[in-house]
T-cell receptor
Framework: AQSVTQPDIHITVSEGASLELRCNYS??????LFWYVQSPGQGLQLLLK??????LVQGIKGFEAEFKRSQSSFNLRKPSVHWSDAAEYFC???????????FGAGTTVTVRA | DAGVTQSPTHLIKTRGQQVTLRCSPK?????VSWYQQALGQGPQFIFQ???????QRGNFPDRFSGHQFPNYSSELNVNALLLGDSALYLC??????????FGPGTRLTVT
């Protein structure tokens, strides 16, 4: 069964600094990987996805993520954080013929001025 | 283009009651999935509907049931509510099974 681990429960970053959120997954074949963002009391917004091909994927709001098969990781990065990036971030994994998404527990990002 | 919509936004029910939550998918999407998100946790998959049939189910009891209508909208029904059913219920729609777009959720409180 798939599983997703987000090792960092909470990260605080200064506005303008870079951000990296870690995600490790467990799955035998090549997974489909996603990052979602959730603002307080809101639903989930898809930031980016990886299905196949180029292992560096670009998403919305200036985010990017890199798929590293050897490390079973799909880390999310942003070069310069804005105060509006404060939110909870979820990594999710899907797989061929398994229609559910399995989510990590999330990482809360706080942005300080 | 409207995204995924859900109703109601908030709901308060008493233990033992039944509840129905509704979801309208994004235009052009034919697949609807439901997730439960408890406070401080990631969403957990309840089930997915495609062509008006339940295609896959997560580890949830039979008290959780659903339906998909010919216009692709969907309902989630929960019977015999427990305190532990208090959560944010998220609907996601997709054109393929994998790239899922989420609605704003329905916050259910069971007292």
């Amino acid at each position: 069964a798939q599983s997703v681990t987000q090792p960092d429960i909470h990260i605080t970053v200064s506005e303008g600094a870079s951000l990296e959120l870690r995600c490790n997954y467990s799955y035998g074949a090549t997974p489909y990987l996603f990052w979602y963002v959730q603002s307080p009391g809101q639903g989930l917004q898809l930031l980016l996805k990886y299905f196949s091909g180029d292992t560096l994927v670009q998403g919305i709001k200036g985010f990017e993520a890199e798929f590293k098969r050897s490390q079973s990781s799909f880390n999310l990065r942003k070069p310069s954080v804005h105060w509006s990036d404060a939110a909870e971030y979820f990594c999710a994994v899907g797989a061929t013929n398994d229609y559910k998404l399995s989510f990590g527990a999330g990482t809360t990002v706080t942005v300080r001025a | 283009d409207a995204g995924v919509t859900q109703s109601p936004t908030h709901l308060i029910k008493t233990r033992g009651q039944q509840v129905t939550l509704r979801c309208s998918p994004k235009s052009g999407h034919d697949t609807v999935s439901w997730y439960q998100q408890a406070l401080g946790q990631g969403p957990q998959f309840i089930f997915q509907y495609y062509e008006e049939e339940e295609r896959q189910r997560g580890n949830f009891p039979d008290r959780f049931s659903g339906h998909q209508f010919p216009n692709y909208s969907s309902e989630l029904n929960v019977n015999a509510l427990l305190l532990g059913d208090s959560a944010l219920y998220l609907c996601a729609s997709s054109q393929t099974a994998y790239e899922q777009y989420f609605g704003p959720g329905t916050r259910l409180t069971v007292t």
